[in-house]
C-alpha cells in the first residue's frame, strides 16, 4: 500500500497568514493527489484534484502544487472558516486501496 | 446539487450484521462510482470500498474484505454496505462518496455519514 505522510500533524496561524501543508507519498503517484477540508461534525468537503486543479466553488486562496512524492497545499490568507482539519488522498491505485494522510489541524494562534 | 444521505447507523454486537443505506440525488447516479470512507471516533479517514457505475467491479480495504459487501440499485438511485461479522473496530461514522469517474477515481461529494458503534 501506498503511505500517505502529512506534516505538520497540526499548526496555528492567525488570521491573514500564509499557511503551507505538505504530503508525501511513500511511492511516486504522479499528480494523482487531492486535498480535502474537514470541519468538526462535517463530512470532508474536496479542494484541490489532480495536486493543483481547484474544485468548483473553493476559494482561489486554496492552492497545491507537486508531483512524484511531494506536494504542497498553500492557503494564501488565512480566513475564520479556514481552520478545520486538512487530509491529503492518492487516487493513483484507484479503484482500490486509496489512502488519506493522518490530517493537519489548522488551529487559531 | 448533489445530496448524498447515509442511513442504517446503529449500535450492534460484535459479530453481528447491519446494512446502511446511501440515497443519492441531484446527478446521474448510474453514471458514476460510488464509495465509502469511514472515520473511527477520534481518528482519520479510512477508504473502504468502491463500486463500478454498474456494480460489475467491487473492491475493498483489506481490514473489511470478506467481510463488507458492496451493492447498488441504480433504479432507486441507492448505495448500499452489507456489513457482517462486525467487531470493535469497525466503530466509526460511514461516509458516502460519489466519485468522479465510472470505474474509479476519488471521492468528489460526501454525506454526512451515518454512525455504526460495535459495543458489547
Known amino acids: 500500500d501506498i503511505q500517505m505522510t502529512q506534516s505538520p500533524s497540526s499548526l496555528s496561524a492567525s488570521v491573514g497568514d500564509r499557511v503551507t501543508i505538505t504530503c508525501r507519498a511513500s511511492?511516486?503517484?504522479?499528480?494523482?493527489l487531492n486535498w480535502y477540508q474537514q470541519k468538526p461534525g462535517k463530512a470532508p468537503k474536496l479542494l484541490i484534484y489532480d495536486a493543483s486543479s481547484l474544485q468548483s466553488g473553493v476559494p482561489s486562496r486554496f492552492s497545491g502544487s507537486g508531483s512524484g512524492t511531494d506536494f504542497t497545499l498553500t492557503i494564501s490568507s488565512l480566513q475564520p472558516q479556514d481552520f478545520a482539519i486538512y487530509y491529503c488522498q492518492q487516487s493513483y491505485t484507484t479503484p482500490q486501496l486509496l489512502t488519506f494522510g493522518g490530517g493537519t489541524k489548522v488551529e487559531i494562534k | 446539487e448533489v445530496q448524498l444521505v447515509e442511513s442504517g447507523g446503529v449500535v450492534v454486537q460484535p459479530g453481528g450484521s447491519l446494512r446502511l443505506s446511501c440515497a443519492a440525488s441531484g446527478f446521474a447516479f448510474d453514471d458514476y462510482a460510488m464509495h465509502w470512507v469511514r472515520q473511527g471516533p477520534g481518528k482519520g479517514l479510512e477508504w473502504v470500498s468502491l463500486?463500478?457505475?454498474?456494480?460489475?467491479?467491487?473492491y475493498y480495504a483489506d481490514s473489511v474484505k470478506s467481510r463488507f459487501t458492496i451493492s447498488r440499485d441504480n433504479n432507486k438511485n441507492y448505495l448500499y454496505l452489507q456489513m457482517n461479522s462486525l467487531r470493535a473496530e469497525d466503530t466509526a461514522l460511514y461516509f458516502c462518496?460519489?466519485?468522479?469517474?465510472?470505474?474509479?477515481?476519488?471521492?468528489?461529494?460526501w454525506g454526512q455519514g451515518t454512525l455504526v458503534t460495535v459495543s458489547s
Open positions: 511511492q511516486s503517484i504522479n499528480n494523482y
Open positions: 462518496a460519489k466519485s468522479n469517474g465510472r470505474f474509479g477515481g476519488y471521492e468528489e461529494y
Open positions: 463500486i463500478s457505475w454498474d456494480g460489475g467491479s467491487t
